[in-house]
Structures are given as structure tokens and as C-alpha cells.
């Protein structure tokens, strides 16, 4: 079955990169998802990559997978007090639509 | 063109009792997906809803189940509410054929 991890916590200063990491089990066709979610609210998807790709770039968003290592990181370039939520990773098996969450990655930006 | 909506966003109830939670998908998406999220935890998948029919179910048991009507909106039910029911939870919509899911701002369940 899928299983997604993520480390806890991370806290950067304002202005400076953040690399929020993540492991995944399945390596059957996949999709990856990065969510965020603020306070009190729902999930925000920001960006997805597909398992047969390295890369994917979305302004200050930077996704890297490696298939190898099941590993996805996702960078925040310019971190601005405004990205401060918990951050999922998560992923689906092409043509089954459930999504397996991680329990979430909180950032903090130290302004 | 609205997101997806769930209503109503808080509710408590107490041990026992039955809930019933809503969520309109987005405009274009016929499928939506119910999602349980405890308090410091990722979601869980609890069901999802395609042509007015359960196609897929998390590990979730039977006092939960749920309805989807012709115009894609769908409804969730939980009976004989425990008080670890107590959670976020979230609808996501998406269209079939596709694998991205947009989620609703959830609605918080407090069981007493």
C-alpha cells in the first residue's frame, strides 16, 4: 500500500529557500502533489508533478523527484511570512483516485 | 466559477447522534471525494462518489456513508457519532479521467 513521510517542522528566515522533503513507497504509476494548508482551512493544491518526470518549475516553486529513492522535495524560493502553513505531500496511483496524505510539514518563516 | 463548497463549516453534536455534511463540487467536476483530517494529522480517505455510486472506500466502517445526487453534489453521513469523529472534514472535487483534486474549506465536527 502507499505510505508518504514527511519530516515535522521546518523554520526559515524570510527571504531565504525552503526544501520541505517527503518519501513515498509506491512506484507504480503516480502522481505527487504538494497541498498547503493555512490555519483553519481547507487544502490549496499547489502544484503536482507525474512519476515519469525529474522536474517541475511554477514561479517560486521548484518540485525535484527522485524515482530512485522515492524521495520529492518541494522548494519555496523567497520565502515570505505569507507561505507560513503546513505543507502535504501526497500521492495517487494513476486511475485510482484516492490521494494518501503525509502528516504534513509545518513552516515557519522568522520574519 | 466557485470552488468547491461544503456546508456547514462548524457543527457539534454529541455521542450518538447522526450528522449529515454537504459539499457542491467545482463547475465541470463530476466526482467527489470525502476526507477525514484529525487534528495534527494528514487526510484520510473515507469514500469517493462517481455516477451516484461508491467506487472506492477507505478504511473507514460503516456508520459512515454517503450520497451524491444528479447535479455532482454529494453528502456525507455519519451515525452513532463517537467522540473520535471529532475532525475536519474535507470534499474534494475532480473530474473522472483526471488525477487532481481540489478540496473544499472542510467543515469542523465536534463530538461532545
Known amino acids: 500500500g502507499e505510505d508518504v513521510e514527511q519530516s515535522l517542522f521546518l523554520s526559515v528566515r524570510e527571504g531565504d529557500s525552503s526544501v520541505i522533503n517527503c518519501t513515498y513507497t509506491?512506484?507504480?504509476?503516480?502522481?505527487l502533489y504538494w497541498y498547503k494548508q493555512e490555519p483553519g482551512a481547507g487544502l490549496q493544491l499547489l502544484t503536482y508533478?507525474?512519476?515519469?518526470?525529474d522536474m517541475k518549475q511554477d514561479q517560486r516553486l521548484t518540485v525535484l523527484l527522485n524515482k530512485k529513492d522515492k524521495h520529492l522535495s518541494l522548494r519555496i524560493a523567497d520565502t515570505q511570512t505569507g507561505d507560513s502553513a503546513i505543507y502535504f505531500c501526497a500521492e495517487s496511483i494513476r486511475g485510482y483516485q484516492k490521494v494518501t496524505f503525509g502528516t504534513g510539514t509545518k513552516l515557519q518563516v522568522i520574519p | 466559477d466557485a470552488g468547491v463548497t461544503q456546508s456547514p463549516t462548524h457543527l457539534i453534536k454529541t455521542r450518538g447522534q447522526q450528522v449529515t455534511l454537504r459539499c457542491s463540487p467545482k463547475?465541470?467536476?463530476?466526482?467527489v471525494s470525502w476526507y477525514q483530517q484529525a487534528l495534527g494529522q494528514g487526510p484520510q480517505f473515507i469514500f469517493q462518489?462517481?455516477?451516484?455510486?461508491?467506487?472506492q472506500r477507505g478504511n473507514f466502517p460503516d456508520r459512515f456513508s454517503g450520497h451524491q445526487f444528479p447535479n455532482y453534489s454529494s453528502e456525507l453521513n455519519v451515525n452513532a457519532l463517537l467522540l473520535g469523529d471529532s475532525a475536519l472534514y474535507l470534499c474534494a472535487s475532480s473530474l473522472s479521467g483526471t488525477d487532481t483534486q481540489y478540496f473544499g474549506p472542510g467543515t469542523r465536527l465536534t463530538v461532545l
Open positions: 508533478i507525474f512519476s515519469n518526470m
Open positions: 509506491d512506484s507504480s504509476s503516480t502522481y
Open positions: 462518489y462517481y455516477e451516484e455510486e461508491e467506487r
Open positions: 463547475s465541470g467536476h463530476d466526482t
